[in-house]
Protein backbone atom coordinates (compact mmCIF):
# COMPACT_ATOMS: atom_id res chain seq x y z
CA UNK A 1 0.00 0.00 0.00
CA UNK A 2 1.14 3.32 -0.66
CA UNK A 3 2.48 5.43 1.83
CA UNK A 4 0.54 8.18 4.15
CA UNK A 5 -1.53 7.69 7.09
CA UNK A 6 -5.39 5.99 5.85
CA UNK A 7 -7.83 7.62 7.72
CA UNK A 8 -11.70 7.37 8.05
CA UNK A 9 -13.45 8.89 4.89
CA UNK A 10 -13.89 12.54 5.61
CA UNK A 11 -17.39 13.24 7.35
CA UNK A 12 -17.46 10.01 9.05
CA UNK A 13 -16.31 8.61 12.30
CA UNK A 14 -15.50 5.72 14.29
CA UNK A 15 -16.87 4.59 17.25
CA UNK A 16 -14.27 3.72 20.10
CA UNK A 17 -14.79 1.29 22.63
CA UNK A 18 -15.22 4.15 25.63
CA UNK A 19 -18.35 5.55 23.38
CA UNK A 20 -19.69 1.87 22.29
CA UNK A 21 -21.27 1.68 25.35
CA UNK A 22 -23.59 4.89 25.78
CA UNK A 23 -24.52 3.82 22.04
CA UNK A 24 -25.24 0.23 23.38
CA UNK A 25 -27.32 1.87 26.00
CA UNK A 26 -29.17 4.24 23.83
CA UNK A 27 -30.23 1.27 21.78
CA UNK A 28 -31.32 -0.80 24.33
CA UNK A 29 -33.31 1.94 26.15
CA UNK A 30 -34.89 2.66 22.89
CA UNK A 31 -35.45 -0.64 22.04
CA UNK A 32 -37.23 -1.25 25.19
CA UNK A 33 -39.45 1.79 25.25
CA UNK A 34 -40.45 1.31 21.23
CA UNK A 35 -41.21 -2.37 21.87
CA UNK A 36 -43.25 -1.83 24.34
CA UNK A 37 -45.53 0.49 22.65
CA UNK A 38 -45.51 -2.31 19.60
CA UNK A 39 -43.30 -1.08 17.21
CA UNK A 40 -41.66 -4.12 15.59
CA UNK A 41 -37.67 -3.92 14.84
CA UNK A 42 -36.97 -3.77 10.80
CA UNK A 43 -34.67 -3.31 8.30
CA UNK A 44 -34.03 -2.02 5.03
CA UNK A 45 -31.02 -2.14 2.77
CA UNK A 46 -28.38 0.85 3.12
CA UNK A 47 -28.58 1.57 -0.78
CA UNK A 48 -32.32 1.70 -2.89
CA UNK A 49 -33.20 2.55 -6.62
CA UNK A 50 -32.47 6.09 -6.58
CA UNK A 51 -36.21 6.88 -7.98
CA UNK A 52 -37.11 5.50 -4.01
CA UNK A 53 -35.73 9.04 -2.48
CA UNK A 54 -36.26 11.47 -6.10
CA UNK A 55 -39.48 11.08 -7.06
CA UNK A 56 -40.27 14.39 -9.26
CA UNK A 57 -42.40 15.94 -6.18
CA UNK A 58 -39.25 15.22 -3.45
CA UNK A 59 -36.88 16.96 -5.99
CA UNK A 60 -37.16 20.47 -4.62
CA UNK A 61 -35.48 19.59 -1.50
CA UNK A 62 -31.96 20.10 -0.63
CA UNK A 63 -31.72 16.40 0.44
CA UNK A 64 -32.79 15.49 -2.74
CA UNK A 65 -31.21 18.20 -4.92
CA UNK A 66 -27.91 18.53 -3.24
CA UNK A 67 -27.09 15.81 -0.16
CA UNK A 68 -27.59 12.27 -1.84
CA UNK A 69 -24.96 9.86 -2.27
CA UNK A 70 -25.57 8.53 -5.75
CA UNK A 71 -23.82 6.23 -7.91
CA UNK A 72 -24.35 3.57 -11.00
CA UNK A 73 -23.99 0.29 -10.24
CA UNK A 74 -22.01 -2.11 -12.82
CA UNK A 75 -25.22 -2.57 -14.61
CA UNK A 76 -25.95 1.22 -15.30
CA UNK A 77 -28.51 1.41 -12.40
CA UNK A 78 -28.80 4.49 -10.65
CA UNK A 79 -28.33 3.70 -6.67
CA UNK A 80 -28.27 6.18 -3.86
CA UNK A 81 -26.95 5.53 -0.21
CA UNK A 82 -30.74 5.98 1.79
CA UNK A 83 -30.67 9.70 2.97
CA UNK A 84 -33.32 8.35 5.13
CA UNK A 85 -35.52 6.07 6.31
CA UNK A 86 -39.17 6.84 5.80
CA UNK A 87 -39.13 6.19 1.75
CA UNK A 88 -37.34 2.85 2.22
CA UNK A 89 -40.03 2.08 4.84
CA UNK A 90 -43.10 2.50 2.31
CA UNK A 91 -40.58 1.02 -0.53
CA UNK A 92 -40.69 -2.54 1.84
CA UNK A 93 -44.65 -1.51 2.61
CA UNK A 94 -45.57 -1.81 -0.65
CA UNK A 95 -43.75 -4.58 -2.11
CA UNK A 96 -44.26 -6.60 0.93
CA UNK A 97 -48.47 -5.91 0.63
CA UNK A 98 -48.38 -4.85 4.33
CA UNK A 99 -51.34 -2.97 3.86
CA UNK A 100 -53.03 -6.47 4.00
CA UNK A 101 -51.69 -6.78 7.42
CA UNK A 102 -53.30 -5.55 10.34
CA UNK A 103 -53.52 -1.91 10.41
CA UNK A 104 -51.36 0.10 11.38
CA UNK A 105 -48.11 -1.72 10.62
CA UNK A 106 -46.18 -0.16 13.71
CA UNK A 107 -42.07 -0.24 12.98
CA UNK A 108 -39.01 1.29 14.38
CA UNK A 109 -35.43 0.82 12.89
CA UNK A 110 -32.03 1.75 14.02
CA UNK A 111 -28.82 2.46 11.30
CA UNK A 112 -26.66 4.54 9.09
CA UNK A 113 -27.46 7.03 7.08
CA UNK A 114 -25.81 9.15 4.06
CA UNK A 115 -25.95 12.99 3.17
CA UNK A 116 -23.06 15.00 1.23
CA UNK A 117 -22.98 17.58 3.76
CA UNK A 118 -20.28 19.85 5.01
CA UNK A 119 -18.73 18.04 8.01
CA UNK A 120 -18.73 19.82 11.27
CA UNK A 121 -19.56 18.70 14.93
CA UNK A 122 -22.91 17.09 14.85
CA UNK A 123 -22.92 17.09 11.09
CA UNK A 124 -22.25 13.90 9.29
CA UNK A 125 -21.76 12.55 5.64
CA UNK A 126 -22.07 9.32 7.26
CA UNK A 127 -24.40 9.61 10.68
CA UNK A 128 -27.21 7.12 12.10
CA UNK A 129 -31.11 7.51 13.30
CA UNK A 130 -32.95 5.90 15.81
CA UNK A 131 -36.72 6.21 13.60
CA UNK A 132 -40.40 4.79 14.16
CA UNK A 133 -43.19 4.92 11.80
CA UNK A 134 -46.85 3.92 11.91
CA UNK A 135 -48.16 2.77 8.72
CA UNK A 136 -51.76 2.57 7.77
CA UNK A 137 -54.12 4.84 10.10
CA UNK A 138 -54.49 8.43 10.26
CA UNK A 139 -56.16 8.24 13.97
CA UNK A 140 -54.79 10.95 15.75
CA UNK A 141 -53.79 8.98 18.56
CA UNK A 142 -50.87 7.84 16.66
CA UNK A 143 -49.02 10.96 16.07
CA UNK A 144 -49.41 12.21 19.89
CA UNK A 145 -48.50 8.55 20.68
CA UNK A 146 -44.85 9.11 18.60
CA UNK A 147 -44.78 12.23 19.56
CA UNK A 148 -44.72 11.47 23.32
CA UNK A 149 -42.35 8.22 22.32
CA UNK A 150 -39.62 10.52 20.99
CA UNK A 151 -40.10 13.14 24.03
CA UNK A 152 -39.72 10.39 26.60
CA UNK A 153 -36.33 8.90 24.50
CA UNK A 154 -34.78 12.04 24.95
CA UNK A 155 -36.05 12.44 28.52
CA UNK A 156 -34.38 9.38 29.39
CA UNK A 157 -31.26 9.96 27.17
CA UNK A 158 -31.42 13.35 29.56
CA UNK A 159 -30.94 15.59 26.43
CA UNK A 160 -32.86 19.00 27.02
CA UNK A 161 -34.99 19.92 24.60
CA UNK A 162 -37.58 21.71 23.76
CA UNK A 163 -40.95 20.75 20.54
CA UNK A 164 -41.29 22.76 17.89
CA UNK A 165 -45.69 21.54 16.29
CA UNK A 166 -47.50 22.99 13.40
CA UNK A 167 -49.58 20.96 10.70
CA UNK A 168 -48.97 21.18 6.74
CA UNK A 169 -52.81 20.50 5.99
CA UNK A 170 -52.74 18.21 2.72
CA UNK A 171 -51.68 18.33 -0.61
CA UNK A 172 -54.57 20.19 -2.36
CA UNK A 173 -54.62 23.49 0.61
CA UNK A 174 -50.54 23.32 0.44
CA UNK A 175 -50.62 24.10 -3.73
CA UNK A 176 -53.42 26.85 -3.28
CA UNK A 177 -51.49 27.88 -0.35
CA UNK A 178 -48.56 27.76 -2.03
CA UNK A 179 -49.51 29.70 -5.06
CA UNK A 180 -51.10 32.36 -2.09
CA UNK A 181 -47.21 32.40 -0.53
CA UNK A 182 -45.73 33.18 -3.69
CA UNK A 183 -48.02 36.22 -5.01
CA UNK A 184 -47.33 37.42 -1.91
CA UNK A 185 -43.35 37.19 -2.60
CA UNK A 186 -43.85 38.43 -5.73
CA UNK A 187 -45.19 41.38 -4.58
CA UNK A 188 -42.60 42.06 -2.33
CA UNK A 189 -39.81 40.99 -4.27
CA UNK A 190 -36.97 43.18 -4.06
CA UNK A 191 -37.12 43.00 -0.75
CA UNK A 192 -36.35 39.43 -0.13
CA UNK A 193 -32.50 37.78 -0.14
CA UNK A 194 -31.25 36.36 -3.57
CA UNK A 195 -32.12 33.00 -2.28
CA UNK A 196 -35.02 32.89 -0.82
CA UNK A 197 -35.98 34.89 -4.15
CA UNK A 198 -34.21 32.08 -6.36
CA UNK A 199 -36.47 29.38 -4.33
CA UNK A 200 -40.29 31.37 -4.65
CA UNK A 201 -40.72 28.73 -7.47
CA UNK A 202 -39.30 26.02 -6.08
CA UNK A 203 -39.79 26.20 -1.91
CA UNK A 204 -41.40 29.31 -0.77
CA UNK A 205 -41.79 27.68 2.73
CA UNK A 206 -37.78 28.16 3.02
CA UNK A 207 -37.83 31.73 2.73
CA UNK A 208 -39.77 31.64 6.78
CA UNK A 209 -36.06 29.94 7.35
CA UNK A 210 -33.90 33.44 6.32
CA UNK A 211 -31.63 35.40 8.62
CA UNK A 212 -32.28 37.87 6.42
CA UNK A 213 -33.32 41.30 7.90
CA UNK A 214 -35.81 42.57 5.55
CA UNK A 215 -36.60 39.35 4.21
CA UNK A 216 -37.76 38.60 7.66
CA UNK A 217 -39.50 41.61 8.24
CA UNK A 218 -41.64 40.76 4.89
CA UNK A 219 -42.05 37.09 6.43
CA UNK A 220 -43.33 38.64 9.58
CA UNK A 221 -46.66 39.44 6.96
CA UNK A 222 -46.86 36.50 5.24
CA UNK A 223 -49.95 34.49 4.96
CA UNK A 224 -49.52 31.17 7.24
CA UNK A 225 -50.61 27.55 6.30
CA UNK A 226 -52.47 27.05 9.38
CA UNK A 227 -54.86 29.62 8.97
CA UNK A 228 -55.61 27.96 5.71
CA UNK A 229 -56.29 24.63 6.67
CA UNK A 230 -59.48 22.83 5.91
CA UNK A 231 -62.02 21.32 8.21
CA UNK A 232 -61.15 17.91 8.51
CA UNK A 233 -56.96 18.85 8.87
CA UNK A 234 -57.59 21.41 11.00
CA UNK A 235 -59.93 18.79 12.94
CA UNK A 236 -57.09 16.44 13.00
CA UNK A 237 -54.57 18.94 14.11
CA UNK A 238 -56.85 19.42 16.96
CA UNK A 239 -57.02 16.40 18.36
CA UNK A 240 -53.11 15.36 18.32
CA UNK A 241 -52.93 18.86 20.32
CA UNK A 242 -55.96 17.45 22.87
CA UNK A 243 -53.64 13.92 23.39
CA UNK A 244 -50.52 16.46 23.86
CA UNK A 245 -52.12 18.71 25.87
CA UNK A 246 -53.57 15.95 27.84
CA UNK A 247 -50.53 14.00 28.56
CA UNK A 248 -48.92 17.57 30.13
CA UNK A 249 -46.57 17.25 26.94
CA UNK A 250 -45.21 21.19 26.07
CA UNK A 251 -44.89 22.30 22.48
CA UNK A 252 -44.53 25.78 21.11
CA UNK A 253 -46.96 26.07 17.84
CA UNK A 254 -44.49 27.13 15.07
CA UNK A 255 -46.67 27.79 11.88
CA UNK A 256 -43.27 28.25 10.01
CA UNK A 257 -41.68 24.93 11.03
CA UNK A 258 -40.47 23.48 7.45
CA UNK A 259 -39.09 20.48 7.30
CA UNK A 260 -35.72 19.23 4.75
CA UNK A 261 -38.39 16.56 2.78
CA UNK A 262 -41.16 17.61 1.16
CA UNK A 263 -43.50 14.65 1.48
CA UNK A 264 -45.36 15.75 5.08
CA UNK A 265 -49.19 16.42 5.26
CA UNK A 266 -50.51 17.23 8.11
CA UNK A 267 -48.38 17.01 11.91
CA UNK A 268 -45.27 17.96 11.16
CA UNK A 269 -42.98 18.71 14.68
CA UNK A 270 -38.86 18.68 15.59
CA UNK A 271 -36.94 18.36 18.91
CA UNK A 272 -34.62 20.83 19.37
CA UNK A 273 -31.65 21.05 22.09
CA UNK A 274 -29.91 24.31 22.86
CA UNK A 275 -26.71 21.86 23.63
CA UNK A 276 -26.29 21.33 20.31
CA UNK A 277 -25.94 25.22 19.63
CA UNK A 278 -26.03 25.31 15.38
CA UNK A 279 -26.93 22.27 14.52
CA UNK A 280 -29.82 22.28 17.22
CA UNK A 281 -32.32 19.41 15.44
CA UNK A 282 -32.50 16.09 17.76
CA UNK A 283 -35.18 14.36 16.10
CA UNK A 284 -38.22 15.29 14.36
CA UNK A 285 -41.33 13.75 12.10
CA UNK A 286 -44.59 13.85 10.45
CA UNK A 287 -47.55 12.32 8.88
CA UNK A 288 -47.01 11.45 5.17
CA UNK A 289 -50.16 10.15 3.98
CA UNK A 290 -49.41 10.43 0.53
CA UNK A 291 -46.19 8.16 0.18
CA UNK A 292 -46.81 5.20 -0.15
CA UNK A 293 -49.26 5.77 -2.77
CA UNK A 294 -46.38 7.75 -4.83
CA UNK A 295 -44.25 4.92 -4.23
CA UNK A 296 -47.04 2.69 -6.15
CA UNK A 297 -48.86 1.21 -2.96
CA UNK A 298 -52.54 1.76 -1.98
CA UNK A 299 -53.82 4.94 -0.41
CA UNK A 300 -51.93 4.90 3.02
CA UNK A 301 -51.82 7.28 5.64
CA UNK A 302 -48.16 7.31 7.41
CA UNK A 303 -46.82 9.22 10.73
CA UNK A 304 -43.04 8.88 11.90
CA UNK A 305 -40.28 10.24 13.04
CA UNK A 306 -36.13 9.93 12.95
CA UNK A 307 -33.72 11.18 15.33
CA UNK A 308 -30.18 11.19 15.16
CA UNK A 309 -28.46 9.20 17.41
CA UNK A 310 -24.84 10.88 17.39
CA UNK A 311 -26.72 14.20 18.39
CA UNK A 312 -28.74 12.28 21.28
CA UNK A 313 -24.97 10.90 22.40
CA UNK A 314 -23.52 14.64 22.48
CA UNK A 315 -26.63 16.66 24.04
CA UNK A 316 -27.50 13.75 27.18
CA UNK A 317 -26.29 11.18 28.80
CA UNK A 318 -28.33 8.06 28.49
CA UNK A 319 -27.11 4.63 30.19
CA UNK A 320 -24.56 6.88 32.75
CA UNK A 321 -26.19 6.15 35.68
CA UNK A 322 -27.38 2.45 35.25
CA UNK A 323 -25.26 0.86 38.75
CA UNK A 324 -25.28 -2.49 37.66
CA UNK A 325 -22.16 -4.71 39.38
CA UNK A 326 -19.31 -4.76 37.82
CA UNK A 327 -16.86 -7.65 38.78
CA UNK A 328 -12.73 -8.08 38.18
CA UNK A 329 -11.80 -11.74 38.53
CA UNK A 330 -7.92 -11.25 39.96
CA UNK A 331 -5.41 -14.10 40.16
CA UNK A 332 -2.73 -14.12 42.76
CA UNK A 333 -0.63 -16.96 40.59
CA UNK A 334 -1.06 -18.59 37.34
CA UNK A 335 -2.29 -22.03 38.98
CA UNK A 336 -5.61 -20.16 40.11
CA UNK A 337 -6.43 -19.01 36.43
CA UNK A 338 -8.81 -22.01 36.11
CA UNK A 339 -10.86 -21.34 39.04
CA UNK A 340 -10.64 -17.77 38.00
CA UNK A 341 -12.14 -18.74 34.51
CA UNK A 342 -15.05 -20.35 36.07
CA UNK A 343 -16.07 -17.93 38.30
CA UNK A 344 -16.42 -15.11 35.59
CA UNK A 345 -18.17 -17.15 33.71
CA UNK A 346 -20.50 -17.86 36.57
CA UNK A 347 -21.16 -14.08 37.23
CA UNK A 348 -21.58 -13.46 33.58
CA UNK A 349 -24.64 -15.89 34.20
CA UNK A 350 -26.07 -14.27 36.99
CA UNK A 351 -25.96 -10.77 34.83
CA UNK A 352 -22.85 -9.35 36.32
CA UNK A 353 -20.75 -7.47 34.28
CA UNK A 354 -17.37 -9.42 34.93
CA UNK A 355 -13.88 -9.89 33.60
CA UNK A 356 -10.84 -11.49 34.60
CA UNK A 357 -7.20 -10.73 34.59
CA UNK A 358 -5.91 -11.81 31.19
CA UNK A 359 -2.67 -9.54 30.46
CA UNK A 360 -0.42 -10.95 33.32
CA UNK A 361 -0.48 -7.65 35.39
CA UNK A 362 1.24 -7.98 38.66
CA UNK A 363 -1.43 -7.36 41.60
CA UNK A 364 -1.06 -4.00 42.04
CA UNK A 365 -1.47 -3.70 37.87
CA UNK A 366 -4.94 -5.50 38.16
CA UNK A 367 -6.27 -3.71 40.86
CA UNK A 368 -5.28 -0.33 39.01
CA UNK A 369 -7.24 -2.37 35.79
CA UNK A 370 -9.95 -3.40 38.46
CA UNK A 371 -10.43 0.64 39.41
CA UNK A 372 -10.08 1.28 35.50
CA UNK A 373 -13.09 -0.62 34.79
CA UNK A 374 -15.17 0.85 37.84
CA UNK A 375 -15.65 -2.44 39.76
CA UNK A 376 -17.81 -2.40 42.39
CA UNK A 377 -16.39 -5.98 43.69
CA UNK A 378 -12.57 -7.65 43.36
CA UNK A 379 -13.01 -11.45 43.24
CA UNK A 380 -9.05 -12.40 44.65
CA UNK A 381 -8.74 -15.70 43.72
CA UNK A 382 -5.86 -17.30 45.39
CA UNK A 383 -5.58 -20.37 48.05
CA UNK A 384 -8.92 -19.12 49.00
CA UNK A 385 -11.37 -16.33 47.76
CA UNK A 386 -11.76 -13.28 48.48
CA UNK A 387 -14.14 -10.93 47.98
CA UNK A 388 -13.64 -6.91 47.94
CA UNK A 389 -16.22 -4.61 47.93
CA UNK A 390 -15.04 -1.32 46.19
CA UNK A 391 -17.72 0.90 47.91
CA UNK A 392 -17.29 0.08 51.33
CA UNK A 393 -13.86 -1.36 50.85
CA UNK A 394 -14.79 -4.82 52.98
CA UNK A 395 -12.67 -7.36 51.91
CA UNK A 396 -13.08 -11.13 53.01
CA UNK A 397 -12.98 -14.78 52.55
CA UNK A 398 -15.85 -17.03 50.75
CA UNK A 399 -16.31 -19.98 51.91
CA UNK A 400 -17.93 -21.30 48.04
CA UNK A 401 -18.84 -20.15 44.69
CA UNK A 402 -22.76 -19.87 45.76
CA UNK A 403 -21.76 -17.50 48.54
CA UNK A 404 -19.74 -15.56 46.23
CA UNK A 405 -22.22 -15.43 43.86
CA UNK A 406 -24.82 -14.15 46.45
CA UNK A 407 -21.85 -11.30 47.49
CA UNK A 408 -21.82 -9.65 44.25
CA UNK A 409 -24.55 -9.96 42.32
CA UNK A 410 -27.47 -8.48 42.98
P1 LIG B 1 -30.63 19.56 10.04
O1 LIG B 1 -31.60 20.68 10.11
O2 LIG B 1 -29.69 19.53 11.20
O3 LIG B 1 -29.93 19.45 8.71
P2 LIG B 1 -32.52 17.64 9.10
O4 LIG B 1 -33.81 18.38 9.13
O5 LIG B 1 -31.81 17.50 7.79
O6 LIG B 1 -31.51 18.22 10.21
P3 LIG B 1 -33.88 15.14 9.48
O7 LIG B 1 -33.93 14.82 8.04
O8 LIG B 1 -35.11 15.54 10.18
O9 LIG B 1 -32.73 16.21 9.75
O10 LIG B 1 -33.22 13.90 10.25
C1 LIG B 1 -33.58 13.56 11.59
C2 LIG B 1 -32.41 13.72 12.53
O11 LIG B 1 -31.24 13.10 12.01
C3 LIG B 1 -31.98 15.14 12.77
O12 LIG B 1 -32.78 15.76 13.74
C4 LIG B 1 -30.56 14.96 13.26
O13 LIG B 1 -30.54 14.61 14.63
C5 LIG B 1 -30.08 13.78 12.47
N1 LIG B 1 -29.26 14.21 11.33
C6 LIG B 1 -29.69 14.69 10.13
N2 LIG B 1 -28.64 14.95 9.33
C7 LIG B 1 -27.53 14.62 10.04
C8 LIG B 1 -26.13 14.63 9.75
N3 LIG B 1 -25.65 15.03 8.57
N4 LIG B 1 -25.28 14.23 10.73
C9 LIG B 1 -25.72 13.81 11.93
N5 LIG B 1 -27.03 13.74 12.25
C10 LIG B 1 -27.93 14.15 11.32
MG1 LIG C 1 -30.27 18.54 6.96
Same mark, same amino acid.
Given at each position: ?58 ? *? ?330 ? *? ?18
Amino acid at each position: MAGGKLQAPRGTFDVLPQDGERREALREASDELLGLAGYAPFETPVFEDTEVFARGVGQ *STDIVQKEMFTFEDKGGRSLTLRPEGTAGACRAYVEHGMHKLAQPVKLRYWGPFFRHEAPQAGRYRQFNQIGAEALGSDDPSLDAELILLLAELLADAEVECRLRLSSLGNAATRAAYGDELRTYLRSREDELSDEARGRIDANPLRAFDSDHESTRAVMAGAPLLVDRLDPADAEHFAEVRAFLDDAGQEYDLDPTLVRGLDYYTRTVFEFDSPALGAQSGVGGGGRYDGLVEQLGGPPTPGVGWAAGIERILLAGAPGEALGLPVAYVAVTAPDHRLTAFKITDALRGRGVKAQMEQAGRSMKGQLKQADRLGATHVVVVGEQIEVKDMD *SGEQGPVADIHELLERVAL
